[in-house]
């Protein structure tokens, strides 16, 4: 009983924390209102920006979200990232650049 009685308190008290237990790891969902096994996030990674695109457009359509509400889309001069779900965030599709030989001899890399 001890046990539940802990659990209990760590859900009153200090939700959003990861609780290790033998059983896996496990998260509050505020939704919910409980812990939840914590699913690992999978990162997949893309070769190049028109796959970024067609993942993008791909993942809103497959999730029926025509609107993109909770959807992210980061662009930065070392590629991109992509989260289909802001609230879950499980998923992350990234995009590397890679620069040519020539590239990087003109800029000095």
Do not use: H, W
């Given at each position: 009983m001890?046990?539940?009685?802990?659990?209990?308190?760590?859900?009153?008290d200090?939700?959003?924390?990861?609780?290790?237990t033998s059983i896996g790891d496990h998260l509050y969902s505020d939704h919910d209102q409980?812990?939840?096994?914590?699913?690992?996030?999978?990162?997949?990674?893309?070769s190049n920006v028109e796959s970024l695109a067609a993942a993008v457009l791909e993942e809103a359509k497959r999730r029926?979200?025509?609107t993109?509400?909770?959807?992210?889309?980061?662009f930065d001069e070392e590629g991109a990232?992509?989260?289909?779900?802001?609230?879950?965030?499980l998923d992350r599709w990234t995009y590397k650049r890679t620069y040519s030989t020539q590239w990087k001899t003109l800029m000095g890399f």
């Open positions: 001890m046990s539940k009685d802990v659990l209990e308190k760590i859900q009153r200090a939700r959003g924390v990861i609780l290790q409980c812990y939840k096994p914590l699913i690992k996030s999978y990162v997949r990674g893309i029926e979200n025509a993109g509400k909770m959807i992210t889309v980061i990232a992509f989260e289909p779900d802001d609230i879950k965030r």
